[in-house]
């Protein structure tokens, strides 16, 4: 009875970092490319105030978590912090997400340094090799596992999203701070398989 009045009080959250490819795209595993299979990731959240069976389909990040928790739990974000609180999504019906681009990058396991970039706007997301330059669009709705690059079709759309890719990575150079890991850090990385 006290674990099941416990429950009832307490918030649940249940997601993942990412997802697995197994052989979608022609790889494996994760951390090489951003196809669906990899980014598109489940959102479960259960608690106090939040409707049972409320399903909100759109498009969230996992730097929505952070606000979203602190909303949960009484506590204002810091400024600065990026993401969004999504509370309002199962607080009022009318509420809609803002117009927002969603970015992604993979170069996990890779010989060169051949990072991936995504950017996934409305029905859009853009693919962009940093190595080969190649450029992938898909309209998500109308191809929702990314068969069907249509970067030919619609180039000035796969022009506008690589430009916020260039745009993110310029700010992401600036913002990063080098910080030299300790060696307990470089060890603990090692023990996960980071290293």
Do not use: C
């Not at 399903?55 to 928790?69: A, C, Y």
């Not at 681009?101 to 950017?119: C, G, H, L, T």
């Not at 898909?138 to 796969?158: I, Q």
């Amino acid at each position: 009875m006290q674990q099941e009045a416990l429950l009832e009080k307490s918030f649940m959250i249940i997601t993942s970092d990412h997802g697995e490819e197994f052989l979608d795209h022609g790889g494996i595993l994760q951390g090489r490319t951003q196809y669906q299979e990899l980014i598109h990731i489940p959102l479960i959240i259960r608690g106090p105030g939040i409707p049972p069976s409320r399903r909100f389909k759109g498009i969230v990040s996992l730097l929505d978590m952070v606000p979203t928790v602190l909303s949960l739990l009484g506590i204002s974000s810091p400024s600065g912090l990026e993401g969004l609180d999504l509370s309002p999504l199962w607080q009022d019906n009318r509420y809609k997400l803002p117009d927002r681009f969603i970015f992604s990058e993979a170069d996990q396991y890779n010989v060169k340094n051949d990072i991936k970039r995504a950017v996934w706007h409305g029905k859009y997301k853009l693919h962009y090799d940093l190595l080969t330059k190649k450029l992938e669009l898909y309209n998500l709705v109308n191809d929702p596992t990314e068969r069907l690059n249509v970067a030919s079709e619609y180039p000035s759309v796969g022009m506008v999203l690589l430009t916020k890719i260039k745009k993110f990575m310029m700010k992401i150079t600036r913002d990063t701070q080098s910080v030299p890991l300790t060696p307990k850090e470089i060890e603990k990385l090692k023990s996960l398989g980071y290293l």
